[in-house]
């Protein structure tokens, strides 16, 4: 009995140890969002390039349009960015963008530098936007179809490797749907 009391504690210590190593070992870029198959998140946004209108979601119902998290402060949105203007010219996909945690001259910079790759530009100076979309980090993406709903979410970077493997048959797909 004496051993019985012993073991189970130490039963439970390793079964919440192994839970806690297959969390850090898990891809967080599998990690499914909750929002898959839901309406994108309201919001309303002022426009980088011109402030004195605003970016919402509605404005994009009846196409199906990208919706990419950035930061002139994240490497790997330097790395995506060239992407996300090939997507935008030689596919015809709309990408909207959430400037995030970001300083305005710092962001019109890396626009003037890289290419503005974006249809609207919001920016979410207090972040209510980017937690209402369950963001991570910087980039991520959110592939919505015509009605509004969030069909497909990528956490960390577009690539051609990405596009080719899941999103442009995705796109084709919503794309031919009413």
Known sequence: MKSLR???????????????????????KLVDSPLIGKPVPDFSLPELLDPSKSVEPEQFLGEVWLL?????????????????EELSTRHGLTVVGINWRDETADALDMLRQAGNPYTAIGVDPETTAVLDLGVYGAPESYLIDKQGIIRFKQVGAVTPQLWNSELEVLVKRLRSEG
Not at 16 to 24: A, D, N, R, S
Not at 68 to 84: D, I, K, M, Q
Request: hydrophobic share 50%.
């Open 6 to 28: 012993f073991a189970i504690p130490l039963i439970i210590f390793i079964g919440l140890m192994l839970l806690m190593l297959k969390g850090l070992w898990q891809d967080p």
């Open 68 to 84: 990419n998290v950035w930061g002139s402060w994240c490497p790997e949105c330097w790395r995506e960015h060239g992407y996300l």
